[in-house]
Structure formats: structure tokens, C-alpha cells
């Protein structure tokens, strides 16, 4: 196999688990709904049930979404996780909060108490489909950051330096960016979307049902805007083109002329945005309609694939540095060898294997 | 350049604790993880067997059924401190994943996609899936969680045998990393084999172990009698076959390490100068003053098996075993034959030639200097075996800590032995003479106490177990290719002191919360 194809399949791979993340982080909606108050004690219980045995599926998808970025594009792991430390590290507290709580949160002897728990839950759903997002968004928007491979042979002891250097920030610099801030607040209020049609579908229960459409019709007005604003800035923002293998120009529009120059990217984007407004609009105008949560969560999967695609493909870098551009990642620079992602890539032929069992278990449980 | 020392320190420390306390709960997973497995297979033969007592098919799935919440509170924590394990890789060493991702991160990969989705999977149907399923699906989903568990050590344990011994990959100047040249090699290496059942077959023990503790407690308090005498001949059959096991596979690890990585068997022994039909320290005291290459005496105080050490290491009671002074100047012994390995100055020299060649590689590419560039590709290649030293500055940096870790492996040693003789005597107890639990000793019954402080000495164990395993290889990340040093990333110490303690935190609050909530369980066992 040509070993830009395996480059351009594994990016595909990382661009489905990703977006299977994001449609799994309904959970993380699901949890930030906890702050309402115009709900009861039984029903937030009911609201909790619904998608307690639902958490480690997400958490095992970003594993192996972390993971898979790890074995198929190494350079990225070591820059961003090691660079953009912060944001990652406020990201793992609240998982590891999270995947104790639903467990712990009832029973008897936790010590910290319920609500405790419950202040976890809250705090891992909304920090992270914020920082998630926003750290997807510097996929377009870039990062504080050089790669300079030499420093492989000068000892960071006595040189100070490593492969990948950053700014003092850490990444936290993000947050100053509006950009950055807008599209991980889009993707929270997507996740309160997509946990609001959840419950819908899940939860036989009428307070429940028209409390969650009456939400989903607020949660929809403030996506809206953000999703409007974040679109407006991600098609007209200046983005990079590779020229050689770490030489790039900077091009208007960048991302607006990739979305044009690959088809099969703009329909998954029209059709994902038109699922997910569809699902929305029929849950909240048809009573009877339980099922938005597969329109919305089909094209959520197609609208985040599509933004991994302009990101990626079309001689596009995927995660820019604004510092240095010429350190820019590309699928291309920063994959791992051949031999490698050769194999890997017949490792991944199980996967419809492992989804399979997976839909057939849980097919099995909710019967 | 302090700075990034104590970054480097803060780190290590961040990730020591993380894997400590990930340890605390892991083995517990995979054995109890059997034990339940074996347990519901119990119940699932008497329920499908119409001739069985419907009394005893119940008590069988209360057993199940009462373990498993156990297990279920244990799993949560276990899987929270692993994901933080596999993001550190790239947050604190991203010098290392660069340079060994492409060989590293494949494990960790296929570990997501097979292991941990078969795991949490599975998990699901265990809990939530007696009504779903038949008896024979659930049963089936409670051995694939446990095997989840297991196969999901698998692929960490290659990873960490890889860094304990790198094979199955070759040194790409253009790419400046290490590429994998033999997948096969890497998941099949014979020292994550050995590794890698060492680690389950103790986990079984430790599992076992900690059952046997909580039936000790109820037989204490004369509660649940016949429960916990079930409980415990499942317990004790698993947890004999497991540190049998442990026992087994400890002593062909010895044979690797003396093999591939001699330093560290010399820092285990406390060993500084080689002997043919070298004595092993039963127990022992070292000498703080001593150093490689002072002629003060190594122990203040020792009991010795006399050549135990050359049978442990070379299986055979007069072969020689280097000491830290002869590894550091290049002698070794094999039949007899006196040999000159490659001495540390020489190594460190060596490894800034590569050093020097693979800047010269880069400058030649710039170039576009080919004979540069297949010059300096000949030389590193020459040299590369040593590329790690070139980051150091003299001999005596490649020394391990040897207190911390001669002290571990001998408490891990001691502490082994008191779990085979107490699993071999539960099991003889429990099947043969029962009646001996209730023996006392100035009225305090002996079977029960023993049993409940068998528990913390598993844990004891296990954690020492790995304290040598990756002290010992100090100071490398990789052996003789990367020092931990090198493998940093940019971060200022601060932050890494702060996540630490943030983490330290954290772990312990949820590490109370499940000790809490556990003793509820076994408490209020109804």
C-alpha cells in the first residue's frame, strides 16, 4: 500500500472515532443539564439512569481515539499533549471524576457524598465538550508552537531544549481566542442537544418529555448563533497550504475552498447540519416523534467527519502553528512509518467487528 | 536548566504515583475478575443442571452476585487512573513519543480498539444484563470482561517490555525516531511473555488474596461461614495456581534481566563487584556509603544462600554474575571464559559519536550531500546501540537508585514466600481440614487474622514487583537508546508540580471513596 494512502486512511479512521466522540459526548450534555433547576429530584434521577451505563463508552472512545492518535500520528501526540499541557490536564480531571461518580455517587460508604459526585458529573460535562472542541479548533485556527526535530541530539539538561517547544501558556492561550471559545461552546450546547433528544427517546416519563423539549428549544436558540458565528469564522479564516514537506503558504479562505474542493466533504457537512437541525425542529413540533437522537447523532457523525476532512486532507496541514508556520503539522510530516501504519492497518480491519458486537450488545440491553 | 531538572524529577514522580495507584486497583480487576468468572460458571452449570438443590444453585449466585459488586466498585478507578497513564506519555515525555511513538503507540492502539471496548463492553452486560441474557451469554460476558482485563495488560505490558528491552525496530536518521521493523517481534518478545503472564498470574494471586481477607473477616465475626469456606476454596485454588505461577515466570524474568539488563540485577543484589557462584542476599542490610568505586564493604549486615544468586540468574550454581564495578568496566563471565563487554566510558563516548553523526546527517541532508549523508548514516548506525549514553556525562549516572531498588525486590521476595505458604495452607484447610479455622492461639483465631493481613502483603507485593521493574532500569526510559532526560517535554516545573499534587489529591480522595464504599458492602452483607 502507497504510504500516502495509509497516511490518508488513518486520518480518516481518527476522523470517524472522533466523531463518534462527539456524538457519544451526549453523556457530557446529559450531566451539565444537571445544573437546571426546573427539574425534580426523582427526574433528575431519571435523567442520570438514562445515561449512567452509557459513560464508558464515551470514555473508551476517547481512550482509544487518544490512543489511535498516538500510534498513527506520534508527532501530534508529542506536540499538542506535551505542549498544550494544561488544556489536557484540566480535560483528564474531570474524566477521572467522571467515571467514578455514577458508580460511587449512591453508594453507601463514598464519603464524599452524593452531591460531591454530582458536582463532578456537572463539571466533566461542561468542561469537557469545551475543551475538547476548542482543542479541535486549533485544528484550524493553530497553536502557540515550534518543532524543531535537532534538538533530538542536544540534552535538554544542559541545552534546555526539546522537540516541541511552546509558549509560557501552555495552551491556555486558547481561551483568549474567541474563535477557539466559540466553537467549544458550540460544541457543549450541541452535546445538551443531543442529551435533551436522548431523553426523549429513553425516558417514558411525560414531565420528563416536555421538559426536554421545551430545553431543547433554548439549547437549539444559543447553538444557533454559536454555530452561525463559528461557521462564518471557520469559512472565511486564512489557512495553510503544504508546499514541501514542512514549507507552507498561507491562503485566504482556506477552509471555505477546501469544503468547495472536496464534494464528499461539503455534502457531509450540508447533510449533517440539515440532520441535525431536522432532528431538532421535528422533536420539538411532533410529540409523537421520539427518534431526533438518531437524526441528530447520524449528522453530527457527518458534520464532524467533514470538518476532520478539511482540516486534514487537501494538502491542508491539521494543526497549524501560528508561531512558526513551517512546523505545522500535516498528515503527511507527522504520521508514523509505513511498516507501521501498514500493520495497523490491517489490525483495523476488526473494527466493523468490534462495533458489531458493541451494537449488538447494546441492542440486546435496551430491548 | 534546573528548571527542566526538576520538571524532569516532578514528572517522573507524577508518573510513578499515577502508576502506583493504578496498581493499587488493576491486579484487583484481573483476579477478582477470574475468581467471579469461575464463580458464575459454578452457578451457571448448577442452574442448567435440573438434579441440582435450588438452595445451592442460590448460594452460588449470591456468591457471584455479591463479588461482582466488589468488582464493579474497583473497576471505575482502575479504568480512571489508566486513561491519565496513557495521556502522560504525551503531556510529560513528548520527546519520547516522538521518538518511539511509532513503535509504542501501536500497542496502546490495539489495546483501545480491542481490549478496553471488549472490556467496558462486557462490563455493561455484567451488570446490567441478568434479565437481558440467557445464563449462558452472561456467564460468557463475565469470562470476556476478565479476558478484556487481561488482554488489555497484554498490550501495556508490551509496550513496557518493549522500553525494557527494545526489539523489532531500527533507528531512521531521515524521520529521527525509531521505526518498527517487526510487529511480531514487538507483541511476541519473549520478555512480554514472560512479563506478561508474571503480571496476571500475580494479579490472580492478589485478587484471590483479597477474597480470602474478607472471608477471613466474616469467619472472624462468625458471620456468613459458609459463604466465606466457598468463597475461600475458589480463592485458594486460584490464588496457589497464581503465585505458583508468579514463581515460575519470577524466575525466568531473573534469567532475562541477568541477560539484557545486568545493571539491573546487580542494583537487586546490591551487587558491586562479580563473582563465579555468587551468593543471593536472603536478607540484608546495604552500606549508604558505598559507592562503585570505593572499596567500601557493600552490606552492613547480611545473610546470604550461598550461590543462590548464579543459579537464580544463569541457572547454574557457579556461573558469574557481574557486579555494578564490572558492568561500569566492560568484564563478564560466560563458561568460564572471562569476556570484555563495552565499558561505560567507552559507551558514553560512543553514544555522542552517534550523537555528532546524526547532527552530521542533518547538516548534510541540508546540503543535499549525499556521501554526508550516507557517511554519517554508516557511522550512526556503528554506534547507535549506545546512542542513550551520549546524553549522559559520566559512568556512575547510569547506576539505578540501589537501596530503593534491593530493598523492594527483597520485600517483594519475602512477601511472596508468606503468600505461597498461605495459599498452600488455605488451600489444605479449606478442602481437608476446615475445622482448623477455628483454631486459636491464646483466643485469637489464627486462620481468620492470618487471612486478613494477607490482603495488604499482596498489595505489598505487587507494588514492590514493579518498583524494581522500573527503578531498576533507571535511568532510562529506553534502555541504552533514551535516558528519562532526554525524553522531556517543555513544560516549567510549576505546572508539573501542580498537576501532581492536584492528581495526589484527586487518587486519594477517590482511593478512600472506594475503601469506604467496599467496607460498606462487606459490612452490610446481608
Given at each position: 500500500?502507497?504510504?500516502?494512502?495509509?497516511?490518508?486512511?488513518?486520518?480518516?479512521?481518527?476522523?470517524?472515532?472522533?466523531?463518534?466522540?462527539?456524538?457519544?459526548?451526549?453523556?457530557?450534555?446529559?450531566?451539565?443539564?444537571?445544573?437546571q433547576?426546573?427539574?425534580?429530584?426523582?427526574?433528575?434521577?431519571?435523567?442520570?439512569?438514562?445515561?449512567?451505563?452509557?459513560?464508558?463508552?464515551?470514555?473508551?472512545?476517547?481512550?482509544?481515539?487518544?490512543?489511535?492518535?498516538?500510534?498513527?500520528?506520534?508527532?501530534?501526540?508529542?506536540?499538542?499533549?506535551?505542549?498544550?499541557?494544561?488544556v489536557?490536564?484540566?480535560?483528564?480531571?474531570?474524566?477521572?471524576?467522571?467515571?467514578?461518580?455514577?458508580?460511587?455517587?449512591?453508594?453507601?460508604?463514598?464519603?464524599?457524598?452524593?452531591?460531591?459526585?454530582?458536582?463532578?458529573?456537572?463539571?466533566?460535562?461542561?468542561?469537557?465538550?469545551?475543551?475538547?472542541?476548542?482543542?479541535?479548533?486549533?485544528?484550524?485556527?493553530?497553536s502557540?508552537?515550534?518543532?524543531?526535530m535537532?534538538?533530538?541530539?542536544?540534552?535538554?539538561?544542559?541545552?534546555?531544549?526539546?522537540?516541541?517547544?511552546?509558549?509560557?501558556?501552555?495552551?491556555?492561550?486558547?481561551?483568549?481566542?474567541?474563535?477557539?471559545?466559540?466553537?467549544g461552546?458550540?460544541?457543549?450546547?450541541?452535546?445538551r442537544i443531543?442529551?435533551?433528544?436522548?431523553?426523549?427517546?429513553?425516558?417514558?416519563?411525560?414531565?420528563i418529555?416536555?421538559?426536554?423539549?421545551?430545553?431543547?428549544?433554548?439549547?437549539?436558540?444559543?447553538?444557533?448563533v454559536?454555530?452561525?458565528?463559528s461557521?462564518?469564522?471557520?469559512?472565511?479564516?486564512?489557512?495553510?497550504?503544504?508546499?514541501?514537506?514542512?514549507?507552507?503558504?498561507?491562503?485566504?479562505?482556506?477552509y471555505?475552498?477546501?469544503?468547495?474542493?472536496?464534494p464528499a466533504?461539503?455534502?457531509?457537512?450540508?447533510?449533517?447540519?440539515?440532520?441535525?437541525?431536522?432532528?431538532?425542529?421535528?422533536?420539538v413540533?411532533?410529540?409523537?416523534?421520539?427518534?431526533?437522537?438518531?437524526l441528530t447523532?447520524?449528522?453530527?457523525?457527518?458534520?464532524?467527519?467533514?470538518?476532520?476532512?478539511?482540516?486534514?486532507y487537501?494538502?491542508?496541514?491539521?494543526y497549524?502553528?501560528?508561531?512558526?508556520?513551517?512546523?505545522?503539522?500535516?498528515?503527511?510530516?507527522?504520521?508514523?512509518?509505513?511498516?507501521?501504519?501498514?500493520?495497523?492497518?490491517?489490525?483495523?480491519?476488526?473494527?466493523?467487528?468490534?462495533?458489531?458486537?458493541i451494537?449488538w450488545?447494546?441492542y440486546?440491553?435496551?430491548? | 536548566?534546573?528548571d527542566?531538572?526538576?520538571?524532569?524529577?516532578?514528572?517522573?514522580?507524577?508518573?510513578?504515583?499515577?502508576?502506583?495507584?493504578?496498581?493499587?486497583?488493576?491486579?484487583?480487576?484481573?483476579?477478582?475478575?477470574?475468581?467471579?468468572?469461575?464463580?458464575?460458571?459454578?452457578y451457571?452449570?448448577?442452574?442448567?443442571?435440573?438434579?441440582?438443590?435450588?438452595?445451592?444453585?442460590?448460594?452460588?449466585?449470591?456468591?457471584?452476585?455479591?463479588w461482582?459488586?466488589?468488582?464493579?466498585?474497583?473497576f471505575?478507578?482502575?479504568?480512571?487512573?489508566g486513561?491519565?497513564?496513557?495521556?502522560?506519555?504525551?503531556?510529560?515525555?513528548s520527546?519520547?513519543s516522538?521518538?518511539?511513538?511509532?513503535?509504542?503507540?501501536?500497542?496502546?492502539?490495539?489495546?483501545?480498539?480491542?481490549?478496553?471496548?471488549?472490556?467496558?463492553?462486557?462490563?455493561?452486560?455484567?451488570?446490567?444484563?441478568?434479565?437481558?441474557?440467557?445464563?449462558?451469554q452472561?456467564?460468557?460476558?463475565?469470562?470476556?470482561?476478565a479476558?478484556?482485563?487481561?488482554l488489555?495488560?497484554?498490550w501495556?505490558?508490551?509496550?513496557?517490555?518493549?522500553?525494557?528491552?527494545?526489539?523489532?525496530?531500527?533507528?531512521?536518521?531521515?524521520?529521527?525516531?525509531?521505526?518498527?521493523?517487526?510487529?511480531?517481534?514487538?507483541?511476541?518478545?519473549?520478555?512480554?511473555?514472560?512479563?506478561?503472564?508474571?503480571?496476571?498470574?500475580?494479579?490472580?494471586?492478589?485478587?484471590?488474596?483479597?477474597?480470602?481477607?474478607v472471608?477471613?473477616?466474616?469467619?472472624?465475626?462468625?458471620?456468613?461461614?459458609?459463604?466465606?469456606?466457598?468463597?475461600?476454596?475458589?480463592?485458594?485454588?486460584?490464588?496457589?495456581?497464581?503465585?505458583?505461577g508468579?514463581?515460575?515466570?519470577?524466575?525466568?524474568?531473573?534469567?532475562q534481566?541477568?541477560?539484557?539488563?545486568?545493571?539491573k540485577?546487580?542494583?537487586?543484589?546490591?551487587?558491586y563487584?562479580?563473582?563465579?557462584?555468587?551468593?543471593?542476599?536472603?536478607?540484608?542490610?546495604?552500606?549508604?556509603?558505598?559507592?562503585?568505586?570505593?572499596?567500601?564493604?557493600?552490606?552492613?549486615?547480611?545473610?546470604?544462600?550461598?550461590?543462590?544468586l548464579?543459579?537464580?540468574?544463569?541457572?547454574?550454581?557457579?556461573?558469574?554474575?557481574?557486579?555494578?564495578?564490572?558492568?561500569?568496566?566492560?568484564?563478564?563471565?560466560?563458561?568460564?571464559?572471562?569476556?570484555?563487554?563495552?565499558?561505560?566510558?567507552?559507551?558514553?563516548?560512543?553514544?555522542?559519536?552517534a550523537?555528532?553523526?546524526?547532527?552530521?546527517?542533518?547538516?548534510?541532508?541540508?546540503?543535499?550531500?549525499?556521501?554526508?549523508?550516507?557517511?554519517?548514516?554508516?557511522?550512526?548506525?556503528?554506534h547507535?546501540?549506545?546512542?542513550?549514553?551520549?546524553?549522559?556525562?559520566?559512568?556512575?549516572?547510569?547506576?539505578?537508585?540501589?537501596?530503593?531498588?534491593?530493598?523492594?525486590?527483597h520485600?517483594?521476595?519475602?512477601?511472596?514466600?508468606?503468600?505461597?505458604?498461605?495459599l498452600?495452607?488455605?488451600?489444605?484447610?479449606?478442602?481437608?481440614?476446615q475445622?482448623?479455622?477455628?483454631?486459636?492461639?491464646?483466643g485469637?483465631?489464627?486462620?481468620?487474622?492470618?487471612?486478613?493481613?494477607?490482603?495488604?502483603?499482596?498489595?505489598?507485593?505487587?507494588?514492590?514487583?514493579?518498583?524494581?521493574?522500573?527503578?531498576?532500569?533507571?535511568?532510562?526510559?529506553?534502555?541504552?537508546?533514551?535516558?528519562?532526560?532526554?525524553?522531556?517535554?517543555?513544560?516549567?516545573?510549576?505546572n508539573?508540580?501542580?498537576?501532581?499534587f492536584?492528581?495526589?489529591?484527586?487518587?486519594?480522595?477517590?482511593?478512600?471513596?472506594?475503601?469506604?464504599?467496599?467496607?460498606?458492602?462487606?459490612?452490610?452483607?446481608?
Amino acid at each position: 500500500m502507497a504510504y500516502s494512502f495509509l497516511q490518508e486512511y488513518w486520518w480518516f479512521l481518527i476522523s470517524v472515532l472522533g466523531a463518534l466522540l462527539v456524538f457519544l459526548m451526549f453523556v457530557q450534555g446529559g450531566q451539565s443539564l444537571l445544573l437546571q433547576k426546573d427539574i425534580s429530584e426523582r427526574n433528575r434521577e431519571l435523567l442520570l439512569d438514562s445515561i449512567a451505563h452509557r459513560w464508558e463508552l464515551t470514555f473508551t472512545t476517547l481512550v482509544t481515539f487518544g490512543g489511535a492518535f498516538f500510534a498513527s500520528f506520534p508527532l501530534f501526540y508529542s506536540t499538542s499533549f506535551g505542549g498544550a499541557y494544561w488544556v489536557w490536564m484540566i480535560i483528564l480531571f474531570t474524566f477521572i471524576v467522571q467515571a467514578v461518580s455514577y458508580k460511587y455517587r449512591s453508594a453507601e460508604g463514598n464519603r464524599l457524598g452524593r452531591e460531591t459526585y454530582d458536582k463532578f458529573l456537572i463539571a466533566n460535562g461542561i468542561i469537557a465538550p469545551l475543551l475538547l472542541g476548542g482543542a479541535v479548533s486549533t485544528f484550524f485556527y493553530g497553536s502557540d508552537f515550534t518543532v524543531q526535530m535537532d534538538n533530538l541530539t542536544r540534552d535538554p539538561v544542559t541545552t534546555g531544549n526539546v522537540i516541541s517547544t511552546w509558549g509560557q501558556y501552555h495552551g491556555l492561550e486558547v481561551l483568549l481566542n474567541w474563535r477557539v471559545v466559540c466553537f467549544g461552546l458550540m460544541v457543549l450546547f450541541l452535546t445538551r442537544i443531543q442529551a435533551l433528544m436522548w431523553f426523549v427517546n429513553r425516558i417514558d416519563n411525560d414531565d420528563i418529555q416536555k421538559w426536554s423539549r421545551e430545553q431543547t428549544v433554548i439549547n437549539t436558540a444559543v447553538f444557533l448563533v454559536l454555530f452561525l458565528v463559528s461557521v462564518y469564522a471557520l469559512l472565511t479564516a486564512t489557512g495553510l497550504k503544504t508546499v514541501d514537506v514542512h514549507q507552507f503558504q498561507i491562503i485566504r479562505y482556506r477552509y471555505l475552498l477546501n469544503l468547495i474542493q472536496m464534494p464528499a466533504a461539503l455534502v457531509a457537512f450540508l447533510a449533517g447540519t440539515l440532520l441535525v437541525l431536522g432532528g431538532i425542529i421535528w422533536t420539538v413540533l411532533k410529540t409523537e416523534f421520539r427518534n431526533g437522537i438518531w437524526l441528530t447523532g447520524t449528522g453530527t457523525v457527518l458534520v464532524v467527519l467533514a470538518l476532520f476532512w478539511i482540516a486534514g486532507y487537501n494538502s491542508t496541514p491539521y494543526y497549524p502553528s501560528y508561531t512558526d508556520i513551517n512546523s505545522s503539522l500535516t498528515i503527511y510530516n507527522s504520521s508514523s512509518s509505513q511498516f507501521t501504519l501498514e500493520t495497523m492497518s490491517y489490525v483495523s480491519l476488526a473494527i466493523p467487528f468490534v462495533f458489531a458486537y458493541i451494537a449488538w450488545v447494546w441492542y440486546k440491553l435496551v430491548k | 536548566m534546573n528548571d527542566i531538572l526538576t520538571a524532569i524529577d516532578w514528572s517522573r514522580a507524577q508518573f510513578a504515583m499515577t502508576a502506583m495507584y493504578h496498581w493499587l486497583f488493576v491486579p484487583l480487576t484481573l483476579g477478582l475478575g477470574l475468581v467471579v468468572a469461575i464463580m458464575e460458571t459454578i452457578y451457571a452449570r448448577k442452574k442448567l443442571n435440573p438434579s441440582t438443590p435450588q438452595s445451592e444453585t442460590e448460594e452460588w449466585l449470591d456468591l457471584t452476585k455479591f463479588w461482582m459488586r466488589l468488582f464493579g466498585v474497583n473497576f471505575a478507578i482502575g479504568v480512571a487512573t489508566g486513561i491519565v497513564l496513557e495521556f502522560e506519555f504525551g503531556t510529560n515525555w513528548s520527546n519520547y513519543s516522538w521518538f518511539v511513538g511509532d513503535i509504542f503507540g501501536a500497542p496502546l492502539a490495539i489495546e483501545g480498539i480491542f481490549a478496553f471496548f471488549c472490556e467496558s463492553t462486557f462490563f455493561a452486560v455484567m451488570f446490567f444484563g441478568w434479565e437481558k441474557f440467557s445464563i449462558r451469554q452472561h456467564c460468557a460476558a463475565t469470562w470476556l470482561t476478565a479476558f478484556g482485563a487481561s488482554l488489555s495488560a497484554w498490550w501495556i505490558l508490551v509496550a513496557n517490555s518493549w522500553m525494557q528491552h527494545p526489539v523489532g525496530m531500527d533507528f531512521d536518521p531521515a524521520q529521527m525516531r525509531n521505526v518498527m521493523t517487526s510487529f511480531v517481534d514487538v507483541a511476541l518478545s519473549p520478555t512480554a511473555v514472560n512479563k506478561f503472564f508474571h503480571v496476571i498470574t500475580s494479579s490472580w494471586s492478589l485478587g484471590a488474596c483479597f477474597v480470602i481477607s474478607v472471608c477471613g473477616w466474616y469467619l472472624l465475626k462468625g458471620r456468613h461461614t459458609q459463604f466465606a469456606v466457598k468463597s475461600i476454596k475458589v480463592a485458594g485454588v486460584v490464588g496457589l495456581v497464581g503465585i505458583l505461577g508468579t514463581m515460575i515466570t519470577g524466575d525466568s524474568s531473573a534469567v532475562q534481566v541477568t541477560k539484557d539488563q545486568p545493571m539491573k540485577l546487580a542494583a537487586m543484589e546490591g551487587l558491586y563487584e562479580g563473582k563465579q557462584g555468587a551468593d543471593l542476599v536472603a536478607f540484608g542490610i546495604l552500606n549508604p556509603g558505598k559507592k562503585w568505586d570505593n572499596d567500601q564493604d557493600a552490606m552492613l549486615f547480611e545473610i546470604k544462600i550461598p550461590k543462590g544468586l548464579s543459579i537464580l540468574g544463569r541457572h547454574d550454581p557457579d556461573a558469574f554474575i557481574p557486579g555494578i564495578k564490572d558492568i561500569i568496566e566492560g568484564r563478564d563471565m560466560i563458561d568460564g571464559q572471562e569476556i570484555n563487554t563495552v565499558n561505560y566510558n567507552e559507551r558514553i563516548l560512543r553514544g555522542r559519536i552517534a550523537h555528532k553523526a546524526l547532527r552530521d546527517y542533518n547538516q548534510a541532508r541540508e546540503y543535499k550531500d549525499s556521501i554526508g549523508m550516507d557517511r554519517a548514516t554508516e557511522k550512526l548506525a556503528r554506534h547507535y546501540q549506545f546512542f542513550g549514553y551520549g546524553y549522559l556525562g559520566k559512568a556512575d549516572e547510569a547506576i539505578p537508585p540501589v537501596a530503593m531498588t534491593f530493598y523492594p525486590f527483597h520485600i517483594m521476595v519475602a512477601l511472596g514466600t508468606w503468600m505461597l505458604l498461605f495459599l498452600i495452607a488455605t488451600v489444605w484447610i479449606v478442602f481437608r481440614r476446615q475445622e482448623w479455622t477455628k483454631y486459636q492461639i491464646a483466643g485469637y483465631p489464627v486462620y481468620p487474622w492470618l487471612a486478613i493481613i494477607t490482603a495488604p502483603i499482596a498489595w505489598v507485593c505487587s507494588q514492590c514487583g514493579w518498583i524494581v521493574a522500573e527503578l531498576g532500569r533507571q535511568p532510562w526510559a529506553i534502555q541504552d537508546i533514551m535516558p528519562v532526560q532526554a525524553a522531556i517535554s517543555s513544560v516549567g516545573s510549576g505546572n508539573v508540580k501542580l498537576t501532581f499534587f492536584i492528581f495526589l489529591f484527586l487518587f486519594t480522595c477517590l482511593l478512600l471513596a472506594e475503601i469506604g464504599i467496599m467496607l460498606k458492602q462487606i459490612k452490610n452483607k446481608k
